[in-house]
């Protein structure tokens, strides 16, 4: 099975990771210490329920314990949610994330594909609403989306979940990196989910606590047969101890995530003007990560560079040029301008060359 997303540091061995976007700063050491004490229990079965976690969580999302759900990750519960509904027909936008295709795909779903405009920074419009017709039986949608960062306007958001609510349409909203937006006003709040039975949140502790080796994602849903659905299709023990452990610490660090929100906004208004600068375009982004398109191909000269990016290629509704990079520490952004600054130069320096032989001629 071909690897088709960011982080995969086992081929690309000793080079600074761009393709993963994730917290930049780490697991914190609450977190890891947190998971390394939980390893005096893996002789038992981890808690299947996930009690202390759902309890805790609950309290700080105001939601109801029985509302939730949790799974190996957000990829766990995309293709669980697939499997208990068995939808016939899908809607997803392009481009997105992959898993959202796979999972439907897999289940023999068919899949319509609604096409965001480079020329509208690939930015969700109302023209969306269309696409919901009654023959629908699931939708997802990712707000920040990945890989373009983009943030899906709440009242938008709010007018295709009634539209879902009245036509029987499964709603996946996809919020894994909610916590990195700089306005919070535009997450989708969890309290809405009672006024909407067909959504289901989804959200992940995987990107602003960098911990995508341990798999925590989880499910916010008013809908009791949905959850019913859900527990008969998922395995038993989709949690670990480690993982419910960090989880529990990760809570805890309400001000660390302030920080890192404020860091990377930061950084990332720096690299935009760096972009610029050097000539590189980018598409605005509300999230930890940007999408850049270059005539040049930026994953295998930076990977001549010892600098791994997300060739986004393989996505539906992209082609050859795009490419998505994470904003991580200030010293490897910098390295990141200063590599792309050299190649900008190098092939602008090689494309004089070939019109000065192509004159000669």
């Known amino acids: 099975m071909d690897y088709v997303h960011g982080g995969d540091i086992y081929t690309y061995r000793g080079m600074t990771d761009f393709s ?8 914190s050491p609450a977190v890891k210490e947190a998971a390394c004490r939980a390893m005096d229990s893996i002789g038992a079965y981890p808690d299947s329920r996930c009690r202390e976690l759902r309890e805790v969580l609950a309290k700080q ?27 016939k027909q899908a809607v997803l936008t392009a481009p997105s994330f992959a898993e959202y295709g796979q999972a439907l795909q897999a289940s023999g779903c068919e899949v319509r594909y609604h096409y965001l405009k480079e020329e509208e920074n690939f930015r969700i419009g109302e023209d969306y609403l269309t696409m919901l017709t009654e023959d629908v039986d699931m939708i997802f949608l990712c707000s920040p989306d990945n890989p373009t960062g983009n943030v899906i306007d709440p009242g938008l958001l709010e007018a295709i979940a009634e539209k879902c609510e009245r036509l029987g349409i499964r709603m996946v ?21 009672r006024k909407f039975t067909k959504l289901f949140l989804l959200r992940a502790f995987t990107k602003m606590h960098a911990m995508p080796g341990l798999r925590l994602g989880y499910g916010i849903c008013s809908d009791v047969e949905l959850l019913e659905k859900l527990e008969r299709v998922r395995q038993p023990w989709s949690v670990s101890s480690p993982a419910q452990a960090a989880g529990l610490a990760a809570l805890k660090e309400i001000d660390r995530v302030e920080r890192t929100r404020v860091f990377v906004s930061e950084e990332r208004k720096m690299m935009e003007k760096d972009f610029e600068r050097i000539g590189v375009r980018y598409f605005p982004s509300s999230a930890n990560y940007m999408l850049l398109k270059s005539s040049y191909d930026l994953f295998v000269l930076l990977k001549e560079k010892k600098i791994l990016i997300r060739d ?3 996505y539906e509704g992209l082609e050859k040029g795009f490419y998505r990079v994470a904003v991580k520490g200030r010293e490897e952004n910098r390295l990141l301008i200063r590599a792309l600054e050299e190649i900008c130069r190098q092939e602008k320096i090689q494309e004089a060359e070939r019109m000065g032989e192509q004159w000669q001629r």
């Open 20 to 27: 993963a976007n994730i917290n930049p700063f780490g697991p």
């Open 61 to 87: 999302l105001g939601a109801a314990q029985e509302m939730l759900v949790f799974g190996n990750g957000a990829a766990d519960l995309i293709f669980s949610i697939v499997s208990a509904e068995h939808p």
């Open 173 to 193: 909203l996809d919020e894994c990196f909610h916590e990195f937006l700089e306005n919070q006003e535009m997450v989708f709040a969890p309290e809405k989910v």
């Open 312 to 314: 986004c290629s393989n």
